[in-house]
Every structure is written in structure tokens, then in C-alpha cells.
């Protein structure tokens, strides 16, 4: 991992993509990582574009903005790239992570003339599977944990596991779900 990865997510309000990135940046931060996860609010409501932040780094982090260029990019809902320019300030050495089922070509065609990494899974099918509902952040967290590399999956699995169980101590039941949709989005994500 190299001192610092900046880390931009895009989603609507609901899905979970603030939660996503406060879960990254604990997880980080319990490898022993400098961290931040924010989100950036406006007048948010159900179904509105959000934007949350993480920074992940191995020595202290002293800037305290938004993130304008970002290593890698997380977008939660695909019906964003054609509301938010998603790839603004994305550097080409990056990536970006979509939660799509869309063609290569229709994804090239939206992403504005992006030639960097992409990568794609389709969290949608994965957490119906493993939690019988649409929760496309847990498996979308999995995902750019993968891309990124920013610490070993049994690690991460394990720290998740502990977090779902303080998380959900109530509701034991679904720790199980979530856990499976972490797996299974380690194993489907692909580059494009």
C-alpha cells in the first residue's frame, strides 16, 4: 500500500454508502492505519446523490477536506454515472468500483473518456442472495477492500465479523448474511 490511498464513494441516500465508508475506516484503523471517513451532506433525503470520504494512510493524515482527487472511486448506484461525473479528478493510476451489470462498452460510453482501471460486481444479485434484500454497501465494501488492497481479506473478514456482531448484537441473524456478501463480492469483483 503506498503512505496514501483517498478513497470517493457515490451512492443515494439509503443504500449505505456512508456506513460503508465509516466501516472501511475503522476496519483500517484496527490494522493499525490512519484514517478518516466522512460524509459530505447537503440537503440529503432518500434516494438523493450522496458523497462520503475515506482516507487510509500509514502515517498521520493532516489534511482535513474533501477528497478532489481520488485514487479510487466507489459508485453504489450506476444510475449516478449519467447524474454525477463520477470520475472527476479520478487519477488514471486508480480505479474505479461500480455496482453494475451493465457491458463493458455501455460503462466505457458513461464514464465520460476514463481510460483507467475499472472494475465491476453486481451487488445487487449479491446481497439478495446472502441477505434476501438490497443492501449494496456490504458487498460493495468487500469490493474496493479488494481492489485496494489496503489489508488482507482474513483480516478484514475478521474485524467485520467482530463490528456485525457489536453492530447487530439485537438482530444476531444477520450476521451471517452479511458475512456470506462479504465473501461472495471478494470472489466476483472483475476488472473489466
Known sequence: MKDLIEIRWHGRGGQGAKTASLLLADAAFNTGKYIQGFPEYGPERMGAPITAYNRISTTPI??????????????VDDTLLNVVDVTAGLKKDGAIVINTT??????????????????????????????GRYFPNTPMLAAIVKVTEIMPEDKFLADMEGSFKHKFAKKPEVIEGNMKALKLAFEQVKKI
Open 102 to 131: 451493465k457491458s463493458k462498452e455501455e460503462i466505457k460510453s458513461e464514464l465520460k473518456g476514463y481510460d483507467g482501471n475499472i472494475y465491476t460486481i453486481d451487488a445487487k444479485k449479491i446481497s439478495e442472495e446472502a441477505l
Open 62 to 75: 493532516r489534511v482535513h477536506s474533501n477528497i478532489y482527487e481520488p485514487d479510487y472511486v466507489v459508485v
